[in-house]
Each structure stands twice: as structure tokens, then as C-alpha cells.
């Protein structure tokens, strides 16, 4: 016979009402069902060995040294957790699941679908690829062009002011925010992804990539003046976010994917402020270096620094942290739509490699960082790297 | 029309069904959303949870017994990740979130949010069994199979938690008079 307490415990467990959002089921939908397709075990076991071994050999090959450092070592030898297609491992190109992948390194850009490279190493200033990756935004000289990923045909060309030195898609791809240069001064503009009704948001902004917020009504940029700003492209407002945490002219920003929770970093400092809401400052240190931002999860982001890699968790109240240390700069970063896996730029000597991993989780142990692919080979390229990941 | 049974699901999955793929998870999701809000206390973290425990259990349906109940293996992932993401958490900040379980609730009714923000400050290894027992009508016995335990543990630990939401009701009461 049940007593009071249990019949009550009953009837408030299972009233519980599942209020998670449809982003979260959509993610979870779309991570499962790519698990689900993965390849059968015998034969999954089977590739494993023998893709393990091939990638060891491109890794080694392209002069990638993976040596054990720091409380969370690199891994030295390539692991795989499903195989991917032969093929791709030739192009090195893109990873696995990915619709479309880009990179932009020493004004060189790559972008290949699952099936084909649309650019390999073209000499472009801007890259972007649409979400869903229908169209890919290329930006040389004065020249702003959207080309259609599918066919490859010039949808749309536009003309500038100046050289476009970066380009950015709303999440919803019906808007383009772009820097660029005029006069010796980066401008920010606001328009539509069909490449009209251009708009001049700020004629003095720093070079930073702008980001625009989850429901592509807003995008925040880094005035020249090193205040961080949000422009609302609906009613045109713009509003400065007072400086705090001892953030100095940033050189990242990223909006989180389901919030108004903006991450923004300078060579030293971290800081993420809620602004649509009335939540406090989350504010962090990292080892110094150009930051490179990548939201995995609504209150989970990467932050890479030096070659340093942080694993951030947004607690209630506090911040979760957990680093992977790895021998070379992280110069460029990226995260899957899903989370999962991170793509790195990572530079020594002053070549660059890309390559995807799996995203460290947050472990009592240890965890090396786990190398999927090599999705670049070592080249010249000493500068920040831009990866896009669709 | 008959529904196919999650066994048959589990299958087609396997053999490269996407519909049954997508089938299976919005049959399960919502349990297993509530499974693991209840025993995180977080909403934010449920996400997580539920997206991590459907990875893995979708890229392990090869290993799956199909003459078993789909539900409790399923189950049985969730709350594994749910505790190792709470044992993390406290590793990371040394920081108890159940001691802030009062926003987590404010979407269910007032009798309701007393009782889950008790059962939010049992032990992890209490909460479950709890919510288990309770929230999906598991017996102990099931528990026990579910979570590797024998059935006395279980049984002690429900009757441990049940003691000690007693307890607190008490301590509520004293503190109202």
C-alpha cells in the first residue's frame, strides 16, 4: 500500500513536464539518427583497423608530430571512432557528416562538399558558407560573390567599397554582415543574403568577424574603439555593451546558438554577457593568445588560446573548465553543427595543418585530444585561419 | 494499423532505416528528457544528457538484445551520463547544483515544486532510484537489473530516500510554524 508520500511523489514525477526546447530535440534527433547510420560492426571493426592505419601514416607523412604534453596530452596515435570513406582521405576534404566545410588561410580558400571541392586554394579575402550550405559567400578584391554550392553557378555579385577582409551568414541565411576596408578603416554592413539592400552599420569597427545572434535579428561586432557592440538589424539601434572583466580591444566574439549570450575574448580574458537578459558576467582568464571561439551546446563552449584548448560549462551560478593542452598554436577553431567534433588549425614553425577531433569532454581523466582526420595538410600560413563547418 | 514493436524498431534501425530511426527516438525522447531532468534537477543539462545517451545508444543498437525491453537499456544510458556529468560538475567547482534547485521548477505547480526540489537534494544514487521507482513505475526488482545492484540495496535506498524526504517535509513544517 502506497503511503501519502509516494502517491505524491508519483503524481509529481510524472507530471514533470518535458519543456526542453526544439532546438534540443532537433539536435538530439539529428545526432541520433547520424549515429544510427553508422556502418555495421563487423565491417565497421574491420575499416577501423585499416583507416587507423592509413591515417596514421597521412599524419605522419605530412610531418604532424604528436607528441604527449600538459595535464590532457595529445594523442600519439590517430583514433578513430567510425571510419570515414576512403576518398575523403585523399582530398582531405571535408569531414565526416559535414555538408560543406571552408577554410580561409593566408588568404587561401578551400570549401568542399561531400562529394567535390568547390575551391582549392583559391587566392579569396573572405569566405563563408551558408547555413545548410546552399550557397558559398566568396569574397576577392572588391568582388563579393554567392555562388550556389549545388551547381556551382553565380547566383549573385556585388561590387564594395573596399577589399571584404571577412563575411558572415545569419543563422537563418537571409542576411550577410561584412567588414570591409575603406580608407584605412574596417566598416561593418548589414543586407540581405541576396546581396541587396546594403546597409552601413559603422563606418569605424576593428578587425574582428562580427557574429550574429541565434534568431538573425542581431550581430555584434567590435567597434575601433574596442567597445563590443550589438546592432539590432529590425530597428537599426545600436547598443554599446559596457566594458567589464578587463577585456581589452577584443579579437573574438561568437554569439551562443540558442540565446543572447555573447562570448567575447581578448589575448588574455574571457567574458560572456547575457544581452537579452539580466544574468551576470561570466568572466575567465586563458593562456595568452589570438582566441579563437566555438559554442558546442546552449551553455557549453570552446575557447582555444596559445595551444591551449578550454572547455567551458556555464554553471548556475559559476564556470565549469576543463583544458587539452597540444604542441603547436591553435590559430583557427570550429565546432560540428551537432557539437561533437571540433576542427583545429593548428601552427608550428610557421606551416599550418587542419585537422578534426573529437571535442574533448569534460572527464576525470585525462583525455587526449583525438585526432578523426587531417582535413588540410602542412602549408604556409602563419596567420589566423577561418574554418567554417556546415 | 499495428505499431511496430520497438524490437522490430531496433532492427530496421540497425539494418540503415532512417524511419525507424527516427521513429524509436521520438518514442523514447520524452521519457528519457524527463528521466534525466529529474535526475540532474537541470533543464540545461538535460539536453545534454538525453542528446549524448541517444548517441550512444544509437550507435550501439548492433549490441542491443532485440528480445529485451528497449526502454530500460535506454534508460539505463541516460543515467549513467547523467552522473557522470553531475560527478564532473563537482569535480570541476566543487560546487553542489542541486543546492540551487528552486529556478529548475518554476514550470510545475506549487505542491509539485516542494516535493521536486526535496527529491533534487537526495544523493545522486537516492534520486534515482527515486525517480525510477516513482516517475516510471520501474518495481525494485527491474532496478536492480537496470543498475546492477542487488534488489536489497535498492530497496534500502528507496526506503533511505524516502526517510529522508520525510525528514525534510518535517524540517518545511517546523520552519512555516
Known amino acids: 500500500m502506497p503511503s501519502e508520500l509516494e502517491r505524491r511523489l508519483e503524481q509529481a514525477l510524472t507530471d514533470v513536464p518535458v519543456a526542453a526546447s526544439s532546438d534540443a530535440h532537433d539536435r538530439a534527433r539529428d545526432a541520433a539518427l547520424a549515429a544510427a547510420a553508422g556502418p555495421a560492426p563487423g565491417r565497421g571493426s574491420h575499416w577501423r583497423v585499416v583507416i587507423a592505419a592509413a591515417v596514421a601514416m597521412v599524419l605522419v607523412t605530412a610531418g604532424v608530430t604528436l607528441a604527449a604534453t600538459g595535464e590532457r596530452p595529445f594523442s600519439d596515435t590517430a583514433t578513430l571512432t567510425k571510419p570515414p570513406q576512403a576518398a575523403r582521405m585523399h582530398t582531405g576534404l571535408p569531414p565526416r557528416g559535414a555538408r560543406a566545410f571552408s577554410i580561409l588561410a593566408g588568404g587561401r580558400a578551400w570549401v568542399a562538399l561531400p562529394h567535390r571541392a568547390l575551391l582549392r586554394g583559391a587566392p579569396r579575402s573572405a569566405i563563408a558558407v551558408s547555413p545548410g550550405a546552399v550557397y558559398v559567400l566568396e569574397a576577392h578584391g572588391r568582388t563579393l560573390r554567392a555562388v550556389a554550392a549545388g551547381t556551382g553557378r553565380v547566383a549573385q555579385t556585388q561590387h564594395t567599397a573596399g577589399p571584404v577582409t571577412a563575411a558572415v551568414w545569419s543563422p537563418f541565411p537571409i542576411r550577410i554582415a561584412y567588414l570591409t576596408e575603406v580608407g584605412g578603416h574596417q566598416q561593418l554592413h548589414d543586407e540581405w543574403g541576396t546581396l541587396s539592400h546594403d546597409y552601413l552599420v559603422d563606418r569605424h569597427v576593428a578587425a574582428v568577424a562580427p557574429s550574429w545572434r541565434w534568431d538573425s535579428l542581431a550581430v555584434a561586432y567590435v567597434r575601433a574603439d574596442g567597445r563590443v557592440a550589438v546592432h539590432n538589424a529590425t530597428n537599426g539601434r545600436t547598443t554599446v555593451i559596457p566594458p567589464n572583466c578587463g577585456l581589452h580591444h577584443p579579437t573574438a566574439l561568437a554569439f551562443a546558438p540558442t540565446s543572447g549570450l555573447l562570448a567575447i575574448a581578448d589575448r588574455t580574458r574571457l567574458r560572456i554577457v547575457d544581452t537579452t537578459g539580466g544574468a551576470p558576467d561570466v568572466c575567465a582568464a586563458h593562456s595568452p593568445g589570438a582566441p579563437s571561439i566555438a559554442w558546442v551546446r546552449p551553455h557549453q563552449l570552446f575557447v582555444a588560446a596559445g595551444t591551449t584548448l578550454y572547455r567551458y560549462l556555464l554553471l548556475q551560478p559559476g564556470l565549469g573548465t576543463d583544458t587539452t593542452t597540444v604542441p603547436a598554436r591553435i590559430t583557427g577553431l570550429t565546432a560540428s553543427p551537432d557539437g561533437r567534433r571540433l576542427a583545429l588549425a593548428l601552427t608550428s614553425g610557421g606551416s599550418t595543418r587542419v585537422v578534426a577531433a573529437a571535442a574533448p569532454p569534460f572527464s576525470e581523466q585525462a583525455t587526449p585530444l583525438h585526432v578523426l582526420q587531417l582535413l588540410l595538410p602542412a602549408r604556409p600560413a602563419a596567420g589566423p585561419v577561418t574554418l567554417s563547418w556546415q | ?177
Open chain 2, 1 to 177: 494499423m499495428v505499431e511496430p514493436s520497438d524490437g522490430e524498431l531496433v532492427g530496421r534501425a540497425h539494418r540503415g532505416s532512417r524511419d525507424a530511426a527516427a521513429t524509436l527516438f521520438e518514442r523514447h525522447w520524452g521519457g528519457a528528457w524527463r528521466l534525466a531532468r529529474t535526475v540532474s534537477g537541470r533543464r540545461d543539462m538535460a539536453d545534454d544528457i538525453v542528446q549524448d545517451a541517444f548517441e550512444r545508444a544509437f550507435a550501439a543498437l548492433g549490441r542491443f538484445d532485440q528480445s529485451r525491453p528497449f526502454a530500460p537499456w535506454l534508460h539505463r544510458i541516460v543515467i549513467n551520463r547523467a552522473l557522470d556529468l553531475l560527478r564532473s560538475e563537482r569535480r570541476l567547482v566543487g560546487l553542489d547544483v542541486a543546492a540551487h534547485p528552486s529556478a529548475e521548477w518554476r514550470d510545475v505547480s506549487a505542491d509539485d515544486r516542494a516535493l521536486l526540489e526535496a527529491v533534487a537534494t537526495l544523493t545522486p544514487q537516492r534520486r534515482v532510484v527515486i525517480v525510477l521507482r516513482y516517475g516510471l513505475g520501474y518495481s525494485p526488482a527491474e532496478i536492480a537489473r537496470m543498475l546492477e545492484l542487488p534488489t536489497g540495496t535498492v530497496n534500502s535506498r528507496l526506503a533511505r530516500a524516502l526517510e529522508d524526504l520525510r525528514e525534510r517535509e518535517r524540517e518545511r513544517d517546523a520552519e512555516r510554524t
